[in-house]
């Protein structure tokens, strides 16, 4: 390719991002009429006031079991990713076949707090709950990406090897060895995401750090909460230094051993928990199709589609757009206090840092502590998700303009910044930002455990009302939902590579 076609295809893809920025932000500004975000709380400054002094005042010593509650956190993390990967490696080598991709689409769509609940059910407040909910979606996840880094993967290492060696040692080391890096990396950064996930279970119960966080800020214990809140980012940024990929075997052992003990399942609950319990009223005590009552069938499933499914995803989208296009005002501000191109480099750790506090705390968790200041709407968690995913891809984007080579220009900082940097960037940063999309719904449909009116209110309730059958209907829109975003960012992503040559 021509230097002058690499320019060309580089204007059409930052052309491209442009309008695709400017359509989110419209998007953003004609549905906020329709958003509840106003601020609910009596006195939010008092309230904030007194975070900030459990904040500068953290009381480690006040929680009793918390020396357990980090080692189970890490137990249900470290398990639950070796469990997904015992499972999703096998199915990254046929994720080619369409059977298997949609089935991993619709299990990595189905958030782990949601897998939780399920679970819940049968297996009660025992670590099989927790160490399932992670490995499910984590395995699917783990198939695609181990899949797509095999096809990105070259096949001249295969022509090096003797044509009558079998299959496996063909396959072992021809494409696992080339891609081993990138494979533990992947890994490593899959359990960073497990140990949030683990936490954030603990608000649904489970003996892990998040259910001593949320006990103490929901009484008002601020230090106590802030010191959980500083173990747990401590915990999530040094894990480069504590937890190395090879170890991870080890550690597997270690958590298999330290695991808090597994209690008795009876399988009893769990028949009747799939034969009646999740099974719609009209198909309960049902053995042919002729006993079907498909009227009944028909005005059960109505109803929660218009009473519950459709309020639920319309306010669930509401609320991912806006927290999408907040996402994006983070992601350029975030970015711009941690680039070395702008500041000296004291000031850049100090970005940094404030970028590795943003994306370690779970969105769940922020959004509940934003939830407590501002009261019950959709604002908390527009902020939550902001301020986590803006972090995560301005991380991801610092390394790669730290990475380029100023101009030899007469231009101030600013300028070689604003003109050369971040035109360079910009494409790569709002790609990783649909790439992102697809957790946002994830996470919005969640945050209706929170009382925030979106699909997970509804799910949520419907759980508290013992109606499982009405609960897995709106799980299965959730992830459906959720797919469906999937393959809209994927489109997004895909048409300014597919159209780039009419330049």
Not at 261 to 283: C, E, G, H, T, W
Not at 372 to 383: H, Y
Not at 400 to 416: E, F, G, H, K, V
Request: charged share 10%; aromatic share 12%; with cysteine.
């Amino acid at each position: 390719m021509s230097e002058l076609q690499r320019v060309k295809n580089a204007d059409y893809a930052l052309g491209y991002w442009q309008k695709v920025t400017l359509s989110i932000w419209v998007i953003a500004l004609v549905i906020i009429p329709f958003a509840d975000i106003e601020i609910v709380s009596f006195d939010p400054f008092l309230e904030l006031t007194r975070m900030v002094n459990g904040l500068v005042t953290p009381d480690f010593f006040a929680t009793e079991y918390l020396f357990q509650a980090i080692i189970q956190t890490v137990n249900f993390a470290i398990i639950g990713v070796c469990l997904g990967l015992v499972l999703g490696a096998p199915l990254s080598l046929i994720y080619q076949n369409p059977i298997v991709s949609s089935c991993c689409a619709f299990l990595r769509a189905i958030h782990e707090i949601f897998w939780a609940l399920l679970f819940l059910q049968v297996f009660g407040l025992s670590p099989i709950t927790g160490i399932l909910a992670i490995a499910i979606p984590f395995a699917a996840t783990f198939a695609r990406v181990f899949h797509d880094i095999f096809n990105q993967s070259s096949d001249s290492p295969l022509e090096s090897i003797d044509s009558r060696a079998d299959i496996i040692s063909r396959f072992t080391y021809g494409k696992i060895a080339q891609v081993m890096p990138q494979l533990m990396s992947y890994t490593r950064y899959r359990f960073e995401c497990a140990l949030r996930s683990s936490a954030v279970l603990g608000f649904i119960g489970m003996p892990t750090l998040g259910f001593y966080m949320e006990t103490a800020f929901r009484q008002g214990n601020y230090s106590e909460g802030a010191a959980l809140l500083i173990i747990f980012i401590a915990l999530i940024g040094s894990i480069r230094y504590w937890c190395p990929p090879k170890s991870l075997g080890i550690y597997l052992v270690i958590a298999c051993v330290t695991l808090v003990d597994i209690p008795n399942v009876d399988s009893s609950l769990l028949v009747r928990f799939i034969s009646q319990d999740i099974l719609p009223p009209a198909l309960v005590n049902v053995t042919t199709l002729a006993e079907v009552q498909w009227s009944s069938l028909t005005a059960w499933f109505s109803t929660i589609l218009s009473n519950q499914a459709i309020p639920g995803a319309i306010a669930t989208i509401t609320l991912a757009l806006l927290a999408l296009a907040a996402t994006h005002f983070i992601t350029l501000s975030a970015h711009a206090i941690a680039s070395k191109h702008l500041w000296p480099t004291p000031l850049t750790w100090l970005g940094r840092f404030i970028l590795l506090i943003g994306r370690s705390v779970p969105e769940y968790i922020l959004a509940f502590i934003f939830l407590m200041l501002l009261g019950p709407s959709m604002l908390p968690a527009v902020i939550a998700l902001a301020i986590h995913n803006g972090c995560v891809i301005a991380y991801l984007a610092v390394k790669q303009s730290n990475a380029i080579t100023p101009q030899q220009m007469q231009m101030t900082r600013l300028n070689q910044f604003n003109y050369h940097i971040m035109p360079t960037i910009y494409p790569n940063m709002m790609a990783l930002m649909f790439y992102r999309f697809e957790i946002i719904v994830r996470e919005t449909a969640v945050f209706g455990i929170l009382g925030i009116m979106t699909l997970g209110f509804y799910i949520d309730s419907n759980f508290s009302e013992i109606r499982y059958s009405n609960a897995l209907v709106l799980i299965t829109c959730t992830a459906l939902l959720n797919v469906a975003i999937d393959i809209i960012s994927r489109r997004l992503l895909k048409f300014p590579q597919t159209n780039k040559t009419r330049c």
